[in-house]
């Protein structure tokens, strides 16, 4: 079984950076795709970034260039670094792992993390 823990969230001024972690437990991590999602109030969940377990990466079109997805299997943590953070980037952050990491996300969601809050003010 894994455990997914987030945190980094938190309010930041528009154009601002935040680092978003998750923390997983299980002896298997390394290989396991993760991914990150977010959802707004009133809004569907959006996939933002995800990455195999050899660390090629998929980006959302809204967030490339700006966020940065990876990994260190040592400490078991995939990373978010949300740089030029914007108003619309508001909502609670997910991490999530499964199968394999596509453009879309992961092609199967084993198990999700808690949520972080992130929020942009302008």
């Known amino acids: 079984q894994v455990q997914l823990v987030e945190s980094g969230g938190g309010l930041v001024q528009a154009g601002g950076s935040l680092r978003l972690s998750c923390a997983a437990s299980?002896?298997?991590?390394?290989?396991?795709?993760m991914g990150w999602f977010r959802q707004a109030p009133g809004k569907e969940r959006e996939f933002v970034a995800s990455i195999n377990w050899s660390g090629s990466t998929y980006y959302a079109d809204s967030v490339k260039g700006r966020f940065t997805i990876s990994r260190d299997n040592a400490k078991n943590t995939v990373y978010l670094q949300m740089n030029s953070l914007k108003p619309e980037d508001t909502a609670v952050y997910y991490c999530?792992?499964?199968?394999?990491?596509?453009?879309?996300?992961?092609?199967?969601?084993?198990?999700w993390g808690q949520g972080t809050q992130v929020t942009v003010s302008s």
């Open positions: 299980g002896r298997t991590f390394s290989y396991y795709a």
């Open positions: 999530t792992t499964g199968g394999v990491a596509t453009k879309e996300g992961l092609n199967r969601y084993d198990y």
